[in-house]
């Protein structure tokens, strides 16, 4: 396969708190932007810009406070009218396209990566609406060869570009990057470093990819979403009646079989599940999807190929001159 080439990362946002409650973000944003003034301005072939997603819904510790900001930013979302009765997470997600984007313009943050924590135990995650973003994919790659203290992973929605609805969605390149458990509220060590160390792999890829290097093409495994999984509930008060079963709970990409057990219900009842095909769960028991109705979500797993890429250097210069 030929090598692939592509513009230079000339400016890349890392965005955190989109999400209020998860920590690990917020806290890293925040550290990053008291050092702001110490770092290697000119040295870098590329901008850093530090972004509090949500910073209402920080300052309180929530998820969000009207709407769930990371399910704002389609294209019609973005584009609807602001009045008085519009939730606060509408008006920043527009306030935020404008920063960051205009989504799908050539004006848009080459790169996004927005930083988010699960009460999950997933590892790192990338969670992108893409397989075929050569970029994200190849930085994914440089992350799971050289992290070492946890596993890395790619998880694939499989959604139309327009009804892209997270935040990272805005830039032309970018991916969620998801890293668990960590209960929201609260930030670990272990998970606030390894997102630092994710960070850094990132922007030490960026910093080779823009002076030229040639990354060779290969095969990443990719895992995409198939269905979520609801709990049981009542029928009239749509309350749950089960518990993520203990053999599952924490046993995030392990494949889960037709008839291996789902819930315990709270009469002490297993529930098994009843799919045709394994999968691999993962988010499973995410504190903050209770409330969306998904006790688990399952993913099928294939290996996608993956192209040489190079910066194409003609452009990083014509670019800079314009
Ligand atoms: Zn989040």
Same mark, same amino acid.
């Given at each position: 396969m030929s090598t692939v080439s592509l513009p230079a990362l000339s400016r890349v946002a890392v965005c955190g708190?989109?999400?209020?409650?998860?920590l690990s973000g917020v806290y890293l944003v925040r550290e990053r932007l008291k050092k702001k003034q110490q770092q290697r301005e000119g040295q870098e072939s590329f901008s850093v810009t530090m972004v509090m997603g949500n910073p209402r819904a920080v300052q309180q510790c929530r998820r969000y406070t009207e709407a769930d900001l990371n399910r704002c930013f389609t294209r019609a979302t973005l584009n609807s009218p602001i009045s008085d009765k519009t939730p606060y997470e509408i008006i920043r997600s527009q306030e935020l396209n404008g920063l960051l984007g205009p989504k799908g313009s050539p004006k848009a943050m080459d790169l996004v990566c927005d930083l988010h924590n699960t009460?999950?135990?997933?590892?790192?995650c990338f969670i992108t609406? #893409?397989?075929?973003?050569w970029i994200s994919l190849h930085i994914y790659r440089h992350l799971q060869r050289e992290l070492a203290t946890i596993p890395v992973r790619y998880i694939h929605f499989d959604l139309p570009k327009n009804e892209?609805?997270?935040?990272?969605?805005?830039?032309k390149h970018g991916f969620a990057m998801e890293i668990g458990p960590q209960p929201h509220g609260s930030v670990r060590s272990n998970v606030f470093v390894a997102m630092q160390e994710g960070i850094e792999l990132m922007l030490e890829w960026i910093r080779l990819f823009n002076s030229g290097t040639h990354f060779e093409g290969g095969s990443v495994e990719v895992f995409t979403l198939v269905k979520n999984i609801d709990y049981p509930r009542d029928?009239?008060?749509? #309350?749950?009646t089960a518990a993520i079963h203990p053999e599952l709970q924490d046993r995030d990409f392990c494949l889960l079989h037709p008839g291996d057990p789902l819930f315990l219900s709270f009469s002490g009842e297993t529930l098994r599940y009843k799919g045709k095909e394994p999968l691999y769960p993962f988010?499973?028991?995410?504190?903050?999807y209770y409330e969306t109705g998904i006790a688990l979500s399952l993913a099928s797993r294939r290996r996608v190929t993956i192209p040489s890429i190079q910066c194409n250097r003609d452009r990083l210069t014509m670019g800079t001159d314009v």
């Open positions: 708190g989109t999400h209020g409650n998860e009460t999950a135990n997933m590892g790192l609406f #893409s397989d075929s973003d892209a609805y997270s935040l990272e969605s805005v830039g029928p009239e008060t749509r #309350s749950i988010f499973v028991n995410e504190c903050a």
